[in-house]
């Protein structure tokens, strides 16, 4: 299957609500205050958020203005170019090898699956990967990131539960250094984001990280499930301010009709989407492009 069919198949159930609903707005004729207000509604309905929506409908006037656009299915064409806009908004970084790759995230949102499928994805670009398994806190935590490791092929490196995890990612660092590793992903505890002791363990990690392998890339990436739509910015929100995201894996998309969060994640919080997850097998987590989404969406 190609890209473009697993991320048209990922956001069906999104497609459907969103179409659903732009076309009792688009219903054909003129274009009138009616028409915003409806559409309006549409998109933050579809979960894109107050302020976003709210953004893409003063660009819609504002093209529709310039273009003398009076018909409805006409501004049909500049709201997907702006919707692209949007989501081009911001950049990712280019990877600069080594890199170390930092996930972070709450429980339950399909991080240690989301490695497994990460690791895959840079063994497929010809690169080599160590997993580190940062989470000692949770039982059966690294037994499972073993079972990923095994299943895309890569090394990884393990303490006993409940040991430090600054010296898992200490072990870690070295071992990559020695074998010459292109990519190291640390996995760590799924935190809630009120534990504060919780987070200054992950600013620990951070700072064993810039101080063991200051020439390697450093990015925060944090797991998110798309199926809670509007709760995924407070998480975000919290992460940030304790170590900063730079990016951010959005999970879950082929179970939900809100994968519209995707806009004002990256629009009001100024965080690209490195990747989606449109399924369980491995090679199911794909690059996010923007405008293969919107293709998808529309």
């Given amino acids: 299957m190609g890209l473009f069919s697993k991320i048209k198949n990922g ?29 309006e509604f549409a998109l933050i309905s579809s979960d894109m958020g ?10 819609l006037k504002d093209r529709v203005r ?6 409805q299915e006409k501004a049909r064409d500049e709201l997907k170019d702006i919707l692209i806009d949007v989501l081009s908004s911001t ?20 991080k240690t699956t989301t490695i497994g499928k990460l690791a895959h994805y840079f063994k497929s670009k010809k690169k080599s990967v ?5 989470d000692t806190f949770r039982a059966a935590a690294s037994e499972q990131l073993v079972e990923w490791a095994k299943r895309a092929d890569v090394k990884i490196v393990k303490h006993q539960e409940g040991a430090d995890p600054g010296a898992v990612v200490y072990d870690g660092i070295a071992s990559a250094k020695a074998k010459g590793t292109d990519v190291l992903i640390v996995d760590t505890a799924g935190r809630l984001h009120t534990k504060v002791n ?12 810039n101080r063991e392998w200051e020439e390697a890339q450093k990015l925060n990436f944090i797991v998110l499930d798309a199926t ?26 082929d179970g939900t009709s809100k994968g519209g969060i995707v806009f004002p994640i990256i629009k009001e919080l100024n965080t690209p989407v490195y990747f989606v997850g449109v399924g369980e097998k491995m090679d199911d987590l794909e690059e996010f492009d923007a405008e293969k989404f919107v293709d998808g969406l529309l």
Avoid: C, W
Wanted: charged share 25%; aromatic share 6%.
């Fill in 11 to 39: 956001l069906k159930k999104t497609k459907d609500a969103l179409i659903t609903k732009l076309n009792a707005v688009f219903r054909g004729g003129d274009i009138d205050s009616e028409f915003y207000e409806d559409l």
């Fill in 50 to 59: 107050v302020e976003t929506s709210q953004l893409i409908i003063s660009n």
């Fill in 66 to 71: 310039e273009k003398h656009i009076y018909k």
């Fill in 91 to 110: 950049p990712k970084k280019d990877y600069s090898y080594p890199i170390i790759i930092t996930i972070v995230g709450v429980n339950g949102v399909g």
């Fill in 130 to 134: 160590t997993l580190v398994a940062g």
């Fill in 198 to 209: 919780l987070m200054e363990e992950l600013k620990k990690i951070n700072r064993i990280e």
């Fill in 228 to 253: 809670i739509g509007q709760n995924s910015l407070v998480q975000i929100n919290a992460f940030k301010d304790a170590i900063g995201i730079d990016g951010i894996i959005l999970t879950k998309l």
